[in-house]
């Protein structure tokens, strides 16, 4: 009887041990191949879905999780560069001028679905 209400603690312990909390999300670095690709998707729905006519870039990662491979939770500062959008590629410059200067932290949940190939961003949470 005593095992059932050990279990449970052991399993969590060697999650933490493991890099893992208790839901399954491991920690990853920033430079990771499937985190930049996250990233990139994340930030393209972001700039396509902002009223604002200028494009925003990553410039900080904070944090990143995963989860069973598939599901990233990003926590990220964004600012405002000097690139209007579909102005084409190049550097794109953050704006410093105080004026026009705008950066937010924000949370990004994006999930690579294998079944249907594609990313999906689950959640867009800036403030």
Same mark, same amino acid.
């Given at each position: 009887?005593?095992?059932? /209400? ?21 920690? /990853? ?6 985190? &930049?690709?996250? /990233? ?24 990143? &999780? ?7 939770? /990003? ?29 937010? &932290? ?22």
């Amino acid at each position: 009887m005593m095992w059932k /209400l050990a279990f449970p603690f052991l399993a969590a312990l060697l999650a933490v041990g493991f890099g893992l909390d208790t839901e399954g999300f491991t920690e /990853l670095k920033a430079n990771d191949p499937g985190v &930049q690709t996250a /990233l990139k998707f994340a930030m393209d729905e972001y700039n396509k879905a902002s009223p604002d006519v200028y494009l925003y870039v990553v410039v900080k990662v904070i944090r990143v &999780q995963r989860k069973v491979g598939y599901k990233y939770i /990003l926590t990220v500062k964004i600012a405002r560069t000097e690139c209007i959008k579909d102005s084409g590629d190049g550097p794109c410059p953050v704006f410093t001028d105080p004026v026009w200067q705008m950066e937010y &932290q924000c949370r990004f949940v994006v999930y690579n679905s294998v079944w249907f190939r594609r990313w999906m961003l689950l959640e867009n949470k800036c403030s």
